[in-house]
């Protein structure tokens, strides 16, 4: 969920010379069953992502304290389940049943939520900053490499959902009032940070399909990431992390 002071490490997901896969729609690149297989995953595992932000973020609309805040909350679940449902139905459209595409993915993202369940209302906000913009930079990276028609989706449903810049006013106002939550939160971003790149590199590691694609390419048909850019890609995104925490006015 990128803003002015959330800008992921690659804004513009199109490819400047797209090549092979990247610069062929759906239809053309979906003749690889290999490609079509780490779309299916990509999709899953981005709807399922969607769905548990939905829960999430109405789950941490009770720890909201005031009335507005606590219709923010809800206006932003209500947008992320309208990116669970365009994903859903375009796995439909790929005649691929969701939760069969969902499922893999499940335990992984219920697992990441359990470890980093916030125990108050800024820690909550600042899971939301920090934890789904990382996860965004690291979908935004893998939609370089897709189709024309999928990469569009995949942009799309990772647009801002209002809750990058409501995270940043209301944490940077809290600190202001209270200085030593600083260092609290600061520790529990680090914390977030640690735990949303194990998620992102299990997601690489543990799909075939998927690693396929983005450390050599499929088919030869996608310039893919080697080994050493997959490497790059991580330092990007924790250079995008370190940018956000000083836009919460936290030390990364």
Not at 235 to 244: F, L, P
Request: with cysteine.
């Amino acid at each position: 969920m990128p803003t002015v002071e959330n800008a992921s490490p690659a804004d513009d997901s199109t490819p400047a010379e797209a090549t092979g896969i990247a610069s062929q729609d759906w239809a053309t690149a979906s003749a690889s069953p290999q490609y079509r297989a780490a779309v299916v995953d990509l999709l899953g595992a981005l709807a399922y992502g969607e769905l548990a932000a939905f829960e999430r973020l109405a789950e941490d609309a009770k720890l909201a304290p005031t009335l507005d805040d606590k219709a923010e909350l809800a206006a932003m679940a209500s947008a992320e389940f309208h990116h669970f449902e365009q994903l859903r139905d375009r796995l439909a459209k790929i005649e691929v049943e969701p939760t069969a595409a969902m499922q893999p993915f499940a335990q992984g993202v219920d697992d990441f939520h359990r470890q980093t369940a916030p125990s108050d209302w800024l820690e909550g906000l600042v899971k939301a900053y920090v934890g789904d913009s990382i996860a965004s930079d690291f979908y935004r990276e893998v939609a370089s490499h897709l189709d024309t028609d999928t990469r569009a989706l995949v942009v799309g449903v990772l647009d801002d959902t209002g809750h990058g810049n409501f995270a940043v006013e209301k944490v940077r106002a809290a600190i202001e009032a209270d200085p030593r939550c600083g260092g609290r939160l600061a520790l529990w971003a680090r914390r977030l940070m640690g735990e949303a790149l194990s998620q992102a590199q299990r997601v690489v590691a543990e799909r075939d399909a998927l690693s396929t694609m983005l450390v050599g390419g499929v088919d030869g048909m996608a310039a893919g990431f080697d080994l050493a850019a997959v490497g790059e890609m991580f330092t990007r995104i924790t250079k995008a992390h370190t940018k956000r925490m000083a836009a919460l006015g936290l030390a990364a």
